[in-house]
């Protein structure tokens, strides 16, 4: 489980569970009890069609695949193992107009924040578990990340409908190209977290990390909007907040992650995260209509 | 020999000068230099009316059905969409109440949209395609005015865009979200109507690289995303906390489609 080192007893660690349940609401608590118990209790949840969304992501997942898929997968162990890499996504969204704001400007300018950057977590229910996004400023989020990509893909397009080249079809590339964009910036996070230590963090934090790293890039494209020489400074100074920000941030994961602590090894692979934002934004930022450029 | 039968004469009640016929058939033509005032074609041949016969059948006279159905088959009176037992018995609805496309309803939901400030918001409590679907149509022939044959392009994004909305507030809302896809969809289509709107004026207006042209379509774009995050803020109980939240989804969704516009 992803333990917090962040309140000062030295050895305080709780016995790492089966299952992630990053989430401090008793909700999903209750829910995951539920779904141990099978899919039964969930039945007409999962078909009502408004509470679709909140019934447990993972339990849909298991029941599709056991059904589609492969039927000979018990659901039980299935959702265990798909509970283990995708945690509830109600806990990303529960935002308010406050965390947002001051998020975006912790992301934006991370040398001005004057606080910790550790989760503040609380025990809940005998498990240590994170608080949600509204109550604490560290927690990652993903409203923020969609939203920033989808301001990134469509200020990409109005960039090339200025430059006379627009079309239906590049927004469909500029999509495909922030997406990859973002599942390399996940691929790097993870790979590097995986070579130190044992890799148990929630993909979907992972997921909320990366998805960061569009704020910027949509301020850069905006910028580029207005008066196409700001870019160019507009473009080093996100990567290095971004950079600045990733740095802090896996700092504390891995701290909290790994069993023994090597100093070396973890900031050679913090500054080489910091180092590889710079290939990235410089390629999301070229918006064009070539796929590769 | 062969049998005579005796043909009664054709008379028109109004016409000035009969003209018994026996050898042409009795149509049911007035004979137009004579006639002077119309009447309501009365059918030629009556079937023996079944007074107490034990086969009822359906005996299609013209002059009754026309009272039977509504004034005009364009505005059919609220009560009517009910079912059809308010109908003549052992008649069908018409066809626009069977596909459930309600006109007046349409037309009152255009009229709230129109007026960017104040929104009543209990008519739309009732999700509604067809609306949705006529801006849809008009988009998409206001841009073939413009020369861009973008049909499929339209249709595929008020699909993404809706399962988009649908899916992100109602992650928002939390546990008290109840924002089905058939209601996103149709607050999505209808707050399309500004876009529809500046579409068909973009055909008047200063080409885009200006300034101008930008200004109005942020008016637009703005009068769009205010009245769709009114519309779905009734929903969401919570809404006091993140009304910006909600807009935001919104305001990236209209502002693509004005890029359609645009170029």
């Known amino acids: ?293 | 020999m062969p049998k005579e039968f005796t043909i009664p004469p054709v008379t028109f009640p109004t016409s000035n000068t009969p003209n018994p016929t026996t050898t042409t058939t009795t149509t049911n033509t007035p004979q137009a230099p004579h006639l002077h005032q119309r009447q309501p074609p009365t059918a030629p041949f009556q079937p023996p009316r079944p007074s107490a016969s034990s086969l009822p059948f359906m005996s299609f006279d013209i002059a009754s059905t026309s009272t039977s159905t509504t004034s005009s088959p364009f505005f059919p009176p609220p009560s009517s969409t009910s079912s059809a037992s308010a109908l003549f018995a052992g008649e069908e609805p018409s066809l626009l109440e069977e596909l459930e496309i309600n006109p007046s309803l349409i037309w009152r939901k255009t009229l709230s949209l129109i007026h960017p400030f104040r929104l009543n918001t209990s008519l739309h409590s009732d999700p509604d395609l067809s609306g949705p679907f006529l801006y849809y149509f008009a988009f998409s022939l206001f841009q073939l005015l413009a020369g861009k044959v973008q049909f499929g392009v339209i249709l595929g994004w008020l699909a993404i865009s809706s399962i988009f909305l649908y899916s992100i507030l109602n992650f928002l809302a939390g546990k008290n979200g109840n924002l089905d896809l058939y209601r996103s969809f149709s607050v999505v289509g209808y707050c399309l109507l500004p876009i529809v709107i500046y579409s068909a004026a973009s055909l008047f207006l200063p080409p885009t690289p200006t300034t101008a042209a930008f200004l109005i379509a942020a008016v637009f774009v703005i009068w769009a995303t205010r009245v769709s995050s009114r519309l779905l803020a009734v929903d969401d109980l919570g809404a006091s906390d993140h009304r910006a939240l909600i807009a935001y989804p919104c305001f990236l969704i209209y502002s693509l489609f004005s890029m359609l516009v645009m170029f």
């Open chain 1, 1 to 293: 489980m992803y333990n917090d080192m962040g309140s000062q007893s030295g050895m305080l660690r709780l016995r790492p569970n089966g299952h992630h349940n990053s989430s401090g609401n008793t909700f999903s608590e209750a829910g995951f009890g539920l779904i141990r118990g099978g899919l039964g209790a969930y039945g007409e949840r999962i078909l009502g069609s408004s509470e679709y969304v909140q019934s447990n992501v993972s339990a849909i997942l298991a029941f599709f695949i056991c059904k589609y898929v492969d039927a000979s997968l018990l659901p039980s162990r299935l959702l265990e193992q798909i509970s283990r890499y995708l945690s509830d996504p109600n806990y990303y969204f529960r935002v308010n107009d406050h965390y947002v704001r001051n998020k975006l400007k912790v992301v934006l300018f991370p040398f001005l924040h004057r606080g910790h950057w550790t989760r503040v977590s609380e025990p809940v229910g005998g498990r240590l578990s994170y608080r949600p996004p509204m109550h604490d400023i560290n927690a990652p989020d993903l409203y923020i990340p969609l939203m920033a990509f989808g301001t990134y893909v469509i200020l990409a397009t109005l960039l090339l409908g200025l430059h006379g080249k627009f079309n239906p079809e590049a927004l469909n590339l500029l999509f495909v190209k922030g997406l990859l964009g973002w599942f390399l910036q996940v691929s790097l996070l993870k790979l590097s977290l995986f070579s130190l230590s044992s890799g148990e963090v929630p993909l979907l934090d992972i997921v909320a990390y990366a998805g960061y790293a569009y704020t910027g890039l949509s301020l850069a494209v905006l910028g580029r909007i207005f008066w196409s020489y700001s870019y160019y400074f507009l473009m080093p100074w996100t990567c290095l907040s971004m950079g600045i920000f990733l740095v802090k941030t896996m700092k504390r994961v891995l701290f909290a992650e790994v069993r023994s602590y090597d100093s070396t090894t973890h900031h050679y692979l913090l500054l080489f995260i910091a180092l590889a934002q710079f290939p990235l934004f410089i390629w999301l930022g070229n918006v064009s209509i070539h796929w590769l450029l």
